[in-house]
């Protein structure tokens, strides 16, 4: 009978949420992000439900490192869309906010314009720990704002360590915000970063910084010249800006859209989103075997006992991964 009420409300709170209530949405999210085993199966569930709804939004990743006005651009560029005519959700990954809270609860604050309207969604990232966990919920609730009717996602990373890769795997277009500056902060630049770019925007291109902005976007210009980029089809641009203005806004969203017409004109969008589902994947069989590793009470006894002869230097640490993965069989 529970199981039966369990699945039943699944199939309403599916019904609601295709509807566009944004509270049947909050709470397909918080289930998903559940750790509770009965709670995962009936997400699992849910989103397999809603899978057929899924696909046809624009997926943005934007970074950036703190300080280079992400919520404000996010806010900016939030606005300009819904008084386009589009319904914004708004996710944010961040691996840090597990540990200290991080800065992202404070995102509605800052977003101040984008918080108020009712085309928008925000919702900060899960405290699960670790990136992967993060990633992995964060696809999920990208999913989940498709079926509830949001045509645009933006998902905010906090531009540090590998949750710009983890958001690049997951969006459609990977939007990397700048601050104006001198050839000196060029050079540390990281490579990385620029190359998963599907685009450069100089934030603060406004007074008094205008000038140093243009400098920096023709610096920035010309080290892409010497980096392969992600797509023969599509060379990064690099564009100025001011959040604060709003100038140069509707420009980088121009941009998205040239950049999802020459995607699907060369065929690489569709192949991208087809390998992102399978790196997908490959990234929940990794959290279901940690989970089954860290959660049945035998088979964690055993780890740790593997762990201490890894540590006494009993045991090597390849022929350890061997016996935990016999464990798992």
């Known amino acids: 009978m529970t199981e039966k009420k369990a699945s039943l409300d699944i199939t309403t709170l599916a019904k609601e949420l295709r509807a566009g209530s944004r509270a049947a949405l909050a709470r397909a999210i918080t289930l998903v992000e559940s750790r509770r085993g009965d709670h995962q199966a ?15 939004a624009f997926r943005v990743g934007i970074t950036g490192s703190p300080g280079v006005g992400k919520s404000t651009t996010i806010d900016a560029l939030g606005t300009y869309l819904i008084e386009q005519g589009h319904k914004v959700a708004v996710l944010a990954v961040d691996p840090s906010s597990a540990r200290s809270g991080g800065s992202i609860l404070g995102d509605k604050t ?15 990232s899960p405290s699960s720990g670790t990136l992967g966990g993060v990633a992995a919920k964060t696809r999920e609730a990208m999913l989940l704002c498709e079926a509830a009717g949001f045509g645009v996602v933006l998902i905010e990373t906090v531009g540090i360590g590998q949750s710009e890769t983890a958001v690049c795997d997951m969006t459609d277009f990977f939007l990397a915000l700048m601050l104006p500056g001198g050839g000196d902060e060029l050079q ?6 620029v190359e998963l770019a599907d685009m450069i925007a100089i934030n603060k291109a406004d007074g008094d910084n205008l000038k140093r902005a243009k400098i920096t976007a023709a610096d920035y210009r010309g080290a892409l010249h010497i980096l392969a980029p992600r797509s023969e089809h599509w060379h990064p641009p690099v564009e100025t800006y001011s959040a604060l203005t709003g100038d140069g806004i509707a420009k980088i969203w121009q941009k998205v859209l040239d950049h999802r017409k ?17 790196k997908w994947m490959w990234s929940m069989l990794e959290q279901r075997m940690l989970a089954r590793l860290r959660s049945e009470a035998s088979v964690r006894t055993k780890v740790r006992k593997i762990e201490a002869e890894v540590a006494e230097g009993h045991l090597t640490p390849a022929l350890a991964a061997e016996q935990i993965l016999e464990l798992l069989q």
Request: aromatic share 4%; proline share 4%.
């Open 262 to 278: 020459a995607m699907n004109a060369s065929g690489d969008f569709a192949a991208r989103r087809r390998e992102q589902q399978v």
């Open 188 to 193: 540390g630049i990281k490579k990385g970063l």
């Open 42 to 56: 009936l997400a699992r569930e849910l989103v397999q439900m809603l899978l057929p709804d899924t696909g046809k």
């Open 110 to 124: 800052r977003m101040a314009r984008l918080s108020a309207s009712d085309d928008a969604f925000i919702r900060p």
